[in-house]
């Protein structure tokens, strides 16, 4: 078992930023893929960003078409704490961000996931 954590959501302006964190404990962190989904109002959750490492290093991120450029992930492996660093904020970023792990990437990016947190609310005002 995996347990995820996330914290850091809030009420921002449009062009601020947030940074979410994502605390992992349980079975062995470095061993799964790291993401990052979210679910607007009204609409079906979509795959955010993704982090992969081999071993010790990191392996390769992938982002949604709609965040590139503006949101960064990363992963503190001493402190089993997932990030995402987000920027240049926009209304339509405002959604319930959840933090998940998946034993395969691929799972990620098709919206699925091993293990889920229960989110944390993000709101960009106009």
């Known amino acids: 078992q995996v347990q995820l954590v996330e914290s850091g959501g809030g009420l921002v302006q449009a062009g601020g930023s947030l940074r979410l964190s994502c605390a992992a404990s349980?079975?062995?962190?470095?061993?799964?893929?790291m993401g990052w989904l979210r679910q607007a109002p009204g609409k079906e959750r979509e795959f955010v960003s993704l982090?992969?490492?081999?071993?010790?290093?990191?392996?390769?991120?992938t982002y949604a078409d709609s965040v590139k450029g503006r949101f960064t992930i990363s992963r503190d492996m001493d402190k089993n704490t997932v990030y995402l660093e987000m920027d240049s904020l926009k209304p339509e970023d405002t959604a319930v961000y959840y933090c998940?792990?998946?034993?395969?990437?691929?799972?990620?990016?098709?919206?699925?996931?091993?293990?889920w947190g229960k989110g944390t609310l993000v709101t960009v005002s106009s």
């Open positions: 998940a792990a998946a034993s395969i990437p691929d799972l990620l990016t098709k919206n699925g996931a091993d293990y």
């Open positions: 982090i992969k490492w081999r071993g010790s290093s990191l392996f390769y991120t």
């Open positions: 349980g079975r062995t962190f470095s061993t799964y893929t």
